[in-house]
Every structure is written in structure tokens, then in C-alpha cells.
């Protein structure tokens, strides 16, 4: 059984859900004039308090060690890790239990699903807390069309495409000072560096954490055999050694049809039919493994 689909799917599904309720909950507070920090911390509590105490994870004591077992698996493995735990000591572990000892009719999809549901509150819990000005401005503008709560590579959330558009319309006359300054500064530094040819640029900054990078990239072309699963391993394994910024698999695959031109709109249609592309573990195979270790070896860690 593939416990890390079983994890993956879980973790999807709760993290739009629980996306969902904080946005109405915050448009309801918003349509009653709550104050944002008062609304915001209204959900911190819930995360805090209430929301773990639902789970039988925090109320056993055997469940709570495989979910601290769960917690420092990049000690354990460095790739695949959620594959290996789980599939490994997790499962062992949770094979010794007495039944008597478990909540009665749990089972362990049921312990990967707790797993999933608290790895969720995590990462929502702290990008609350690191997005907490541009939640405000969907708040005090009250525009939650584009609310999400998520990660957005490794860009500063001042550089995120929604907070500028935010920003404009909430500080109009400060953001235009701004993106003015910004502007000046730039001019600035490229009269600098007239020197350096554009050859030397990383090309796709917003892809690309930079032009090593880039070169890896374009190198590990002549290792595309099986397009679908080839292309699959390269971008989650570089999103696993933060090589690249994150985006989503459509419009990763979107950028290099269009922009970087690598692939054929035959190849780009294949893509589309399958609409993602498959995990690092799905996708894993020694050559591969191999052949990436061997182009990215100056960048690896």
C-alpha cells in the first residue's frame, strides 16, 4: 500500500478545507465589523486549543511517540522521507500496539490521516502568523476573491503578485512612492553594472533560484527519456533541494513550453492529459537519482 498517497491526499484535502473555513470565517467577522487582529486571533486559538485537543494523537500516549517519530523524519531520511517513514517505523510501531490500547475501530489510515490533519495545522498556524499583513489587507479591503493561504517560493511577502495589487489599492500614494524609489534604485544599479553581460543574468529569477541553476537545468535535458516521469523527478527533486522557487505543476510546465521552449506542444498536450506531475517518490529511480546527483553535484548540499 502506498501510505505516502494515502498521507498526500489527506493533507490536500484538509488543507483546502480548513483554507475554506478560515476564509469565510474571516469574511463573516468582516461582514460584522470585528476588528482584523481580534479575527485573526480567534483563529490562533482555535488552532491552539481546540483544534488539537480533537484528535487521539495528543490523547494517547503510543500515538503521540509515532507522530514525534513522524515529526523528525528528515533525521531518518533524507529523500522520500515521508515515503520511508511511514512505509517503515511509523508502521512497525503502530503493529505493536495492543488494539486494547488503541481508540476503538482506529486503524492506521486513521493514524495518517491525524498525521496529515496536524502537519496541515502546522504549516497553516505559520503562514498565518509570517503572511499576517497581506491577510490584513484582504481584510480591511474586504477582497477575499484571491485569498489562499499559502507559501509562494522563496519570494518576500512584499515581492508576492497579490500584495502588490493589494497594496495599490489600499496605500495608493505610499505604494506609488514606492515602486518609484524601487524604480530609481534599479536604474541605479543597472548603470552600475553596464559591464556584465546579460549572458552572465539568470534568465527565469522567478523560477530559478539562479544561473547555476538555470545551466543544471538545461544539462539534465539530455537525460529526458521518459518525458512524463523524467520531467516529474527533475522538478520535485529540485523543489526538495530548494533549487527553484515553487510553483504549481501547470504553470511550471506552462514555463517551459512557452518561455523556455524545451518541449514540443505534442509533449506539452501529453502533460496536460495527466493535469500534475507525479511525487519525488512516485517518479524515484536509481538512474535518475544518479544522473541528477551527477549534473547538480556543485549545488547539492
Known amino acids: 500500500m502506498d501510505y505516502e498517497e494515502i498521507y498526500e491526499g489527506f493533507y490536500a484535502k484538509y488543507y483546502a478545507k480548513i483554507e475554506i473555513l478560515?476564509?469565510?470565517?474571516?469574511?463573516?467577522?468582516?461582514s460584522v465589523n470585528l476588528p482584523f487582529f481580534t479575527a485573526i486571533n480567534k483563529v490562533n486559538h482555535y488552532?491552539?486549543?481546540?483544534?488539537?485537543n480533537k484528535y487521539h494523537l495528543h490523547n494517547n500516549e503510543n500515538l503521540e511517540k509515532l507522530y514525534q517519530i513522524f515529526c523528525n523524519r528528515r533525521f531518518a531520511y533524507s529523500i522520500n522521507a515521508i515515503e520511508g517513514i511511514l512505509e517503515d517505523q511509523i508502521k512497525k510501531g503502530f503493529d505493536k500496539i495492543d488494539v486494547l490500547e488503541l481508540p476503538i475501530d482506529y486503524n492506521y489510515s486513521k493514524l495518517i490521516k491525524e498525521i496529515a490533519l496536524?502537519?496541515?495545522?502546522k504549516e497553516i498556524s505559520r503562514l498565518?502568523?509570517?503572511?499576517?499583513?497581506?491577510?490584513?489587507?484582504?481584510?480591511?479591503?474586504n477582497e477575499f476573491d484571491e485569498f489562499e493561504i499559502r507559501r509562494n517560493g522563496n519570494l518576500s511577502i512584499e515581492d508576492f503578485p497579490i500584495y502588490r495589487k493589494l497594496a495599490t489599492k489600499l496605500y495608493p500614494k505610499q505604494f506609488a512612492n514606492f515602486i518609484e524609489d524601487v524604480n530609481f534604485n534599479l536604474n541605479e544599479v543597472?548603470?552600475?553594472k553596464d559591464h556584465i553581460n546579460s549572458e552572465?543574468?539568470?534568465?527565469?529569477?522567478?523560477?530559478?533560484?539562479?544561473l547555476d541553476v538555470y545551466n543544471c537545468f538545461l544539462e539534465y535535458q539530455k537525460h529526458i527519456i521518459d518525458f512524463y516521469i523524467d520531467f516529474s523527478y527533475l522538478k520535485k527533486r529540485m523543489e526538495f533541494e530548494k533549487l527553484i522557487h515553487h510553483h504549481k505543476d501547470n504553470d511550471?510546465?506552462?514555463?517551459?513550453?512557452?518561455?523556455?521552449?524545451?518541449i514540443s506542444e505534442k509533449k506539452y498536450n501529453e502533460y496536460y492529459v495527466n493535469g500534475k506531475l507525479k511525487s519525488l517518490t512516485k517518479s524515484f529511480s536509481t538512474q535518475r537519482n544518479n544522473n541528477f546527483n551527477i549534473v547538480f553535484k556543485d549545488l547539492l548540499n
Open 128 to 141: 498565518l502568523s509570517n503572511n499576517l499583513q497581506l491577510l490584513k489587507m484582504f481584510y480591511e479591503l
Open 190 to 192: 543597472r548603470d552600475s
Open 47 to 52: 488552532f491552539v486549543n481546540d483544534f488539537i
Open 118 to 121: 496536524l502537519e496541515v495545522e
Open 252 to 262: 511550471f510546465m506552462k514555463i517551459v513550453f512557452e518561455e523556455i521552449k524545451l
Open 200 to 210: 552572465n543574468k539568470n534568465p527565469y529569477p522567478l523560477l530559478f533560484l539562479n
Open 22 to 30: 478560515i476564509k469565510n470565517y474571516l469574511i463573516k467577522q468582516r
